[in-house]
């Protein structure tokens, strides 16, 4: 929408309209004392020149250290043919379109995109996204209790602690209960509390989970046993499956997470997007949207909004879900990057990302340092430093050593580090040395 200002003749004709004098009548009901009597102390607008000159200034009062910083947010490369094609004016757009006569192109990156996701995960459908993963997660937990007709849900504590904040609020806001499963020594949800328990809606496992830990999800639906309880699978680090088996090969019903690891930046914490992907019998009760393919009145190939499970397209009671827009731009940048790669491509990126973190296990192991859980991980992994490994020291050397992981069964310094492809051994080499140097 542009930016059309009043004209002295337009602000006059609207004052004409409202039977008012003044702009000063306008604002009448406003109380004395709130009004503002003096100009806003704003300095004079810049040139674009000068304007630059400033935020380079003040820029180069940063201070660049290398970030090991992940936990649900990761550092990958984007290739620069995303931010061009994503810019182009016939895409940009957060919205699914509701015109499909003038909306194709857009319409078939979506479809390619679900397409893509379902084969990625092993699922047989994916929905047009969801906000972020968190709010996909959630989205899961809801569906499942929509499904079952239960109010029980069996929720690992090693999910991304982000993630049950969000769930914790719809919980005390619809009413259902969660019941936690602990951690064992490698890192691994003990999956114990399955066999104890009757009526529930569902059991969460998040894989690779917070800590990095890859879950035994291939024993999850033998322990549920009965059919009616549902199995969520989700994730925030998506590119792990690249080279680990999808949650569809263990048979989840629901598969959801975060895919900002597919072409989109960090950007100080979104937007991402939320995949969402689930089994047939799931299909009338999915939260979102889903673009389908059809044929147009001359028989030619054509998309169009398929479900649309929204208070607003149907009866309100019977919406799955008040999430009112996918994220479209990302949607185009996943399939951007998905088609760039190839399964092959992002093979080979899994395994980079894979050896990079095997290679600094080792070697923070050789300088004195512990790793916490024994469980196989893909990129991230939770190191114990010594005590003379403060954060402050590691802001000095130029590093931000990861996220700290306060928890009562782990040492004091514990971080969760991640390494992906933007390190280079070097790289790495570089910061065992710089800790090196001060044990």
């Known amino acids: 929408m542009r930016y059309l200002p009043h004209s002295k003749n337009d602000v006059e004709d609207m004052l004409k309209t409202l039977g008012l004098e003044s702009i000063s009548e306008l604002f009448s009901s406003i109380p004395e004392d709130l009004i503002l009597k003096d ?7 810049l040139t674009e020149w000068d304007l630059t000159d400033y935020f380079t200034q003040v820029s180069d009062k940063n201070y660049s250290r290398k970030s090991f910083l992940g936990g649900g947010s990761y550092s990958h490369y984007i290739p620069n043919i995303i931010n061009y094609l994503t810019s182009r004016s016939e895409f940009l757009t957060s919205y699914t379109p509701y015109q499909p006569e003038i909306s194709q192109g ?101 894989s690779p989970n917070y800590f990095g830990v890859i879950e035994d999800q291939d024993l999850i639906k033998p322990r549920i046993g009965e059919e009616k309880t549902l199995f969520i699978s989700i994730f925030s680090e998506i590119l792990a499956f690249s080279i680990f088996n999808p949650p569809g090969i263990y048979g989840a019903d629901i598969a959801c997470g975060e895919g900002q690891s597919f072409g989109l930046s960090r950007s100080f914490g979104g937007p991402y997007l939320g995949v969402f992907a689930f089994s047939q019998k799931l299909l009338r009760l999915a939260p979102g949207r889903l673009v389908g393919e059809s044929v147009d009145k001359n ?141």
């Open 106 to 206: 857009t319409l078939q990156a979506v479809f390619e995109y679900q397409t893509y996701i379902s084969k990625y995960l092993g699922m047989d459908y994916s929905n047009a996204s969801m906000y972020d993963g968190a709010t996909s997660f959630v989205e899961g937990v809801l569906l499942s209790l929509r499904a079952t007709k239960r109010d029980k849900v069996l929720v690992s504590l090693a999910i991304n602690p982000r993630y049950l904040e969000v769930l914790n609020t719809y919980k005390e806001a619809i009413g259902f209960q969660v019941i936690f499963m602990d951690i064992d020594k490698s890192g691994k949800t003990n999956l114990d509390k399955m066999d104890s328990l009757e009526d529930i809606a569902s059991v969460v496992i998040q």
């Open 299 to 439: 028989g030619k190939r054509s998309f169009c909004l398929t479900l649309a499970t929204r208070e607003q397209h149907i009866r309100r009671e019977r919406a799955t879900s008040n999430i009112c827009s996918n994220q479209g731009l990302c949607v185009l940048r996943v399939i951007i990057y998905l088609s760039l790669l190839g399964s092959s491509g992002l093979k080979k990126l899994g395994e980079i990302n894979y050896n990079n973190s095997e290679y600094l296990k080792r070697e923070l192991l050789k300088i004195g340092c512990s790793i916490n859980f024994s469980g196989e991980t893909f990129n991230e992994f939770v190191v114990t430093y010594p005590r003379e490994l403060s954060s402050k020291k590691f802001f000095d050397l130029g590093y931000v050593p990861g996220i700290e992981v306060v928890d009562k069964t782990l040492p004091d310094n514990s971080f969760l580090i991640t390494v992906t492809e933007v390190f280079k051994k070097s790289d790495l080499d570089s910061f065992i040395e710089a800790i090196g140097g001060v044990l």
């Open 39 to 45: 100009q806003l102390n704003i300095a004079n607008g």
